[in-house]
C-alpha cells in the first residue's frame, strides 16, 4: 500500500456517547448544558445504557469505521489518515482536530456520520469545527463533505438490510409487510425552511423503487422533545398500523447508519415491547454499522468529493 498522505485526513463526526455508566451523567450535561437534569431522568437514561450493556456501542463502532475505511482508501489509491471526533463525549471534535494538526495535516475533510446533512441536522458540527481551526491554526483548509442520501452506493448498503430482515418473516407474507422508515426528529423551527424532510422522502422514494414487492411504507419520527417536533412518532405509527388489521411490521432506522441507545434501547427494546403488547411481529433492519458495503460505500462518497474539490 501506498504511504499515507500526510497533508490531507478525513475525520468522521458522530455524535458520541457514554463509554460507561459512570459517563452518563456528564454526557448529558454536555447536551443539555443550560439545563437542570433531575435525578429521576439521569437514573432513567442511566438504566436505558444498563439495558444495552452498560455503555453505547458508537465509539467502537466508529473507531472500527474509520480504520476499515482507512485501508480501502489506501487499496484505491487514496492513502489519507481517518480520524474520529464525537460532538458530546470523547475523543472530542476539537481535541481530534488538534491531533490532526499537530501531525502536520494542512487539509481536513469532514464527514458526519448521517445521511441527511443539512442546516438543521449539521449547523452544530460546522460551528465546532470552524471554531476548532480558528483556535488552533489558520493555515488549515477545511471542508465538508455534503450530504450523501443519493448515493448508489448507500442506497443498496441499505437496500440489502431491508432485504435480510424481510427474510425473518414468512416468505408467504413477506411482500406484505409494511416499512416504517424511522429518523430522528427535530424541532419544527427548525425544519421550517430547511430541506431535512423532503431529502429523507426522497430517500425513501429510491429505496421503494429497488424494493420489487414491498410497496407500503411510513415515515416515523423518534427522539422528540416537548411540544412542536415533527411527528408522526414511531409509536403512532405502529398504533395505525395495528388500526389497520396489520401483525407483521418492519422498522427501518435510516436515519441511523450506527447502533446506539436510539436504535437499541428505543427500538429494539421499548417498541419492540409496544409491539408485542399489541401482537405485532416487529422486526428491525440492521444498521449499517462497519459492513463491508457501508465501508465501500462512504470510501466512494469520499473519493468522488476529494475528486471534486480539487478541480
Not at 450523501?148 to 424481510?166: F, G, P, R, S
Not at 426528529?185 to 421550517?192: A, E, G, I
Not at 424494493?211 to 398504533?239: D, H, I, M, R, T
Request: charged residues 25%; proline residues 6%.
Amino acid at each position: 500500500m501506498e504511504p499515507i498522505d500526510q497533508d490531507t485526513g478525513i475525520i468522521l463526526l458522530a455524535f458520541g456517547g457514554p463509554n460507561s455508566l459512570e459517563e452518563v451523567e456528564p454526557f448529558l450535561k454536555n447536551i443539555f448544558p443550560n439545563s437542570k437534569l433531575s435525578p429521576a431522568f439521569q437514573e432513567e437514561i442511566k438504566e436505558r445504557y444498563r439495558l444495552i450493556g452498560g455503555k453505547s456501542p458508537l465509539l467502537d463502532i466508529t473507531i472500527r469505521q474509520a480504520c476499515l475505511l482507512q485501508t480501502n482508501l489506501q487499496r484505491k489509491g487514496k492513502p489519507l489518515a481517518v480520524f474520529v471526533g464525537m460532538r458530546f463525549w470523547r475523543p472530542f471534535i476539537p481535541e481530534t482536530i488538534k491531533i490532526m494538526v499537530e501531525r502536520g495535516i494542512k487539509r481536513i475533510f469532514c464527514l458526519i456520520l448521517s445521511p441527511f446533512i443539512t442546516s438543521a441536522t449539521a449547523e452544530g458540527y460546522w460551528k465546532i469545527v470552524n471554531q476548532s481551526i480558528k483556535d488552533i491554526s489558520s493555515l488549515v483548509e477545511v471542508q465538508f463533505i455534503p450530504s450523501w442520501n443519493h448515493h448508489l452506493l448507500y442506497l443498496k448498503a441499505v437496500k440489502e438490510k431491508i432485504e435480510e430482515a424481510l427474510n425473518r418473516f414468512p416468505v408467504a407474507t413477506q411482500h406484505l409487510v409494511p416499512l416504517i422508515f424511522s429518523v430522528h426528529s427535530l424541532p419544527l423551527r427548525y425544519v421550517k425552511e430547511d430541506p431535512y424532510v423532503a431529502e429523507i422522502r426522497k430517500t425513501v422514494r429510491e429505496l421503494m423503487s429497488f424494493l420489487k414487492k414491498n410497496k407500503e411504507w411510513y415515515l416515523a419520527f423518534q427522539s422528540s422533545g416537548k411540544g412542536g417536533w415533527l411527528s408522526p412518532s414511531v409509536e403512532e405509527v405502529l398504533v395505525q398500523l395495528e388500526e389497520n388489521g396489520k401483525k407483521e411490521v418492519l422498522i427501518v432506522p435510516l436515519g441511523f447508519v450506527s447502533d446506539h441507545l436510539e436504535t437499541l434501547y428505543d427500538l429494539d427494546i421499548a417498541l419492540k415491547k409496544k409491539a408485542e403488547e399489541r401482537g405485532i411481529n416487529l422486526q428491525r433492519a440492521a444498521a449499517l454499522n462497519d459492513t463491508p458495503e457501508f465501508i465501500e460505500a462512504l470510501s466512494q462518497v469520499i473519493i468522488d468529493f476529494i475528486g471534486f474539490s480539487k478541480t
